[in-house]
């Protein structure tokens, strides 16, 4: 089984509706993220999460909002959702630094979201 | 504010031979992580090799090595022996020590020919 599921897959919806993307982990890290791709932009910080009572905004937070459910949930709200909002969404979790060493982050498969 | 840059938008190599993918970085921090990312087809996003600043070995994974030139903030991937499978978008990464988000650039697109 995958480590960091996210779901749906792909989702299409129309402009104005909520919409909530889901994300779960089974590698036990404290810390998860999500970012937005954009054709041509790379990937961009949304929100991140060090643990369940910490929450902060990252490069691109206007229009979202995110829940920590628990340690392995990490789930990002669309309030209302709008056509440039289309994209594609990555969940990532890291582990803690260890004695200088990362292991950098690890990301789920991604959810395609196109808003009409 | 760090940027990443990814002067190459398109690669081509042919199965076998060596590519090198270029990345450069602008950051006052001494110390910091870079990664390459792997985004083929699928669109899974997966680590291919990692670098800590602070370490003047470059980093090698089987047929993937950087070279890191710490002074010129430069930080190229070099794919030995291309493989089909090796096709994909690549994306450099760049992170502060006490940071925790990943900088990404723009991205790599690399075709691997038989």
């Known amino acids: 089984d995958a480590d960091v599921t996210q779901t749906p897959r792909n989702r299409i919806t129309k402009t104005g509706k909520r919409i909530m993307l889901e994300c779960s982990q089974t590698?036990?890290?404290?810390?998860m993220y999500w970012y937005r791709q954009d054709p041509g932009l790379g990937l961009r910080l949304i929100y991140y999460?060090?643990?369940?009572?910490?929450?902060n905004k990252g490069e691109i937070s206007d229009g979202y909002s995110v829940s920590r459910q628990a340690q392995a949930k990490f789930s990002l709200s669309l309030e209302s959702a709008i056509p440039n909002q289309t994209a594609l969404y990555f969940c990532?979790?890291?582990?803690?630094?260890?004695?200088?060493?990362?292991?950098?982050?690890?990301f789920g498969p991604g959810t395609r979201l196109t808003v009409l | 504010a760090q940027t990443v840059t990814q002067s190459q938008p398109e690669m081509s190599v042919q199965e076998a031979e060596t590519v090198t993918l270029s990345c450069t970085y602008d950051?006052?921090?001494?110390?910091?992580?870079l990664f390459w990312y792997k985004q083929p087809p699928s669109r899974q996003m997966i680590l291919v090799i990692r670098?800590?600043?602070?370490?003047?070995q470059n980093a090698t994974e089987n047929r993937f090595s950087v070279n890191f030139q710490k002074a010129a903030k430069s930080f190229s991937l070099k794919i030995s022996d291309s493989q089909l499978g090796d096709a994909a978008m690549y994306f450099c990464?760049?992170?502060?020590?006490?940071?925790?988000?990943?900088?990404f650039g723009k991205g790599t697109s690399l075709l691997v020919t038989p």
């Open positions: 590698k036990g890290h404290d810390r």
């Open positions: 950051t006052s921090e001494s110390d910091y992580y």
């Open positions: 999460s060090f643990d369940v009572k910490d929450i």
């Open positions: 990532a979790t890291s582990d803690l630094d260890v004695g200088g060493l990362t292991q950098g982050q690890f």
């Open positions: 990464a760049y992170r502060m020590n006490s940071g925790y988000a990943l900088n």
């Open positions: 670098q800590e600043a602070y370490k003047q």
